[in-house]
T-cell receptor, first 109, second 113 residues
């Protein structure tokens, strides 16, 4: 299973763009990269998933370089409600969805 | 559409007691998962079920058993609860093990005293 490494925490201010990078040096050919968001006292919520290049949805963008050894979750113009823990997962063909420690994002007014 | 429903939401057990955490999904998903989350930590996979009739160990299976009762339901049993099992337990489901978009329940907060 590919292990992921993310920053433990990040701070930002309202209205700024936030980029959270995840390292996954041992990603396998069949692995997808998936990001989840978790608010306190709630279960994680799927944000975005990608295999290569760039994926964008109404919530975020995901940038994946050609070597796929890292990925960057981009949150445009964050608000206070984006304060949460963000998890990067790599996998999809083993049945095991393994979560790392995640990145705690604190958005300040 | 309820999604993933877990019961109970809260539970206090004495050391050595047993209990079963229930999980049901109404999305016709094939795969289901049980996680635990200790305070300030990430989620750790306990067991998962790729499809009805199959179960496999995750990262931290010791002290737990699971049953995939049917396609909808996946239960987690603690045979002899220990204080180290105090945690929040999350159940999740996904269309298949090839699909990493999982849907989570609201969690069961378990305290073992």
């Amino acid at each position: 299973l590919a292990k992921t490494t993310q920053p433990i925490s990040m701070d930002s201010y309202e209205g700024q763009e936030v980029n959270i990078t995840c390292s996954h040096n041992n990603i396998a050919t069949n692995d997808y990269i998936t990001w989840y968001q978790q608010f306190p006292s709630q279960g994680p919520r799927f944000i975005i998933q990608g295999y290569k290049t760039k994926v964008t949805n109404e919530v975020a963008s995901l940038f994946i370089p050609a070597d796929r050894k890292s990925s960057t979750l981009s949150l445009p113009r964050v608000s206070l409600s984006d304060t949460a823990v963000y998890y990067c997962l790599v996998g999809g063909n083993t049945g095991k969805l393994i979560f790392g420690q995640g990145t705690t994002l604190q958005v300040k007014p | 559409n309820a999604g993933v429903t877990q019961t109970p939401k809260f539970q206090v057990l004495k050391t050595g007691q047993s209990m079963t955490l229930q999980c049901a999904q109404d999305m016709n998903h094939n795969s289901m998962y049980w996680y635990r989350q200790d305070p300030g930590m990430g989620l750790r996979l306990i067991y998962y079920s790729a499809s009805e009739g199959t179960t496999d160990k995750g990262e931290v299976p010791n002290g737990y058993n699971v049953s995939r009762l049917n396609k909808r339901e996946f239960s987690l049993r603690l045979e002899s609860a220990a204080p180290s099992q105090t945690s929040v337990y999350f159940c999740a489901s996904s269309a298949s093990t090839l699909n990493t978009e999982a849907f989570f329940g609201q969690g069961t907060r378990l305290t073992v005293v």
